[in-house]
């Protein structure tokens, strides 16, 4: 009887829930709560919803933070600016990363990955988002802790920019089909 190249199944394929553990702890790690990441879906949504309440802004940033795509982008993102901290890249890599290089772009690409899971109204509100810079995205835009940020504000804007589209869906749903709670949400 043939081996598998691994005894166990779990040195093979990470748990969902392990992934999910890690990316919120890396994200926390690097100075940003996900009541930041809420405030930002909060900024984006409250003239349009005058009932909305952090917590609801901050359910669906947790919604968006449970996705695969989200996690695999926002663990990258974050290695590359832990290794361009630590001068760990090859130039001219190394500078772009580190500069934040205006023409890089990269770091937005990645972000945009994230904008897709909930159609074009993530694209707009992360173009906004990332053009006004408001709350956390302020501080890691000027590292100001110190720390390099070049993708993870991104990201974080990415985020945000997806919870509220996620918001605006549910809220719509709910509000044509007249059922329960704007927060719930069978397509996740």
């Avoid at 405030?39 to 949504?45: A, C, E, I, P």
């Avoid at 090859?90 to 890089?104: C, G, K, S």
């Avoid at 993870?152 to 709670?181: E, F, N, P, Q, T």
């Amino acid at each position: 009887m043939d081996k598998e190249p691994f005894e166990d199944k779990e040195q093979m394929i990470e748990s969902e829930e392990r992934i999910h553990r890690t990316t919120l702890h890396q994200i926390q790690e690097r100075g940003v709560r996900l009541e930041d990441i809420a405030d930002l879906v909060y900024r984006l949504q409250a003239e349009f919803y005058p009932d909305l309440t952090l917590a609801e802004c901050g359910y669906h940033v947790e919604k968006v933070l449970q996705k695969r795509e989200v996690q695999n982008a926002v663990l990258t993102g974050i290695q590359l600016d832990r290794l361009a901290e630590q001068k760990r890249l090859r130039a001219p890599l190394q500078n772009l990363i580190f500069n934040d290089e205006p023409l890089y772009g990269v770091d937005e690409i990645l972000a945009t990955s994230i904008l897709h899971i909930y159609g074009s109204i993530g694209m707009t509100n992360y173009g906004y988002i990332d053009r006004v810079k408001p709350g956390i995205l302020c501080r890691l835009n000027n590292r100001e802790d110190g720390e390099i940020h070049t993708f993870l504000d991104d990201l974080v804007g990415a985020i945000a920019a997806a919870a509220a589209a996620r918001l605006s869906h549910s809220r719509k749903r709910a509000r044509d089909y007249g059922r329960g709670s704007p927060q719930e949400d069978p397509t996740d």
